[in-house]
């Protein structure tokens, strides 16, 4: 089992900024990648970015490629996104995912076996 807890969520307006966090406990050891995901109201969850645990490969959705920035610091077992220069568009409930299937694709929602509890992102126009 891995255990995620997201924080740093909140209300900003456009063209701020937001600074994700996801800590990760439990047999994290087992995890291949990890990732972000939102849920905007009236859509259906949408990958967001993702990082490999123990790798140096990221992937990214091309709405927020150079605008957001995922990273993540294995001695704290915690990941991040850097959101910067926010839309109204990205408004959601952003979740930190991990997987520990290998070699599957880090950019599919079905492959997260695990699921924090969500934060809520705000951006106003």
């Known amino acids: 089992q891995v255990r995620l807890v997201e924080s740093g969520g909140g209300l900003v307006q456009a063209g701020g900024s937001l600074r994700l966090s996801c800590a990760a406990s439990?047999?994290?050891?087992?995890?291949?990648?990890v990732g972000w995901f939102r849920h905007a109201p009236g859509k259906e969850r949408e990958f967001v970015a993702a990082?490999?645990?123990?790798?140096?490969?990221?992937y990214s959705a091309d709405s927020v490629k150079g605008r957001f920035t995922i990273s993540r610091d294995n001695a704290k077992n915690t990941m991040y996104l850097q959101m910067n220069s926010l839309k109204p568009e990205d408004t959601a409930v952003y979740y930190c995912?991990?997987?520990?299937?290998?070699?599957?694709?880090?950019?599919?929602?079905?492959?997260?076996?695990?699921w924090g509890q969500g934060t809520q992102v705000t951006v106003s126009s």
């Open positions: 995912a991990a997987t520990t299937a290998y070699g599957g694709s880090p950019r599919s929602l079905r492959e997260y076996d695990f």
């Open positions: 439990g047999r994290t050891v087992s995890t291949y990648a």
């Open positions: 990082i490999i645990w123990r790798g140096i490969s990221t």
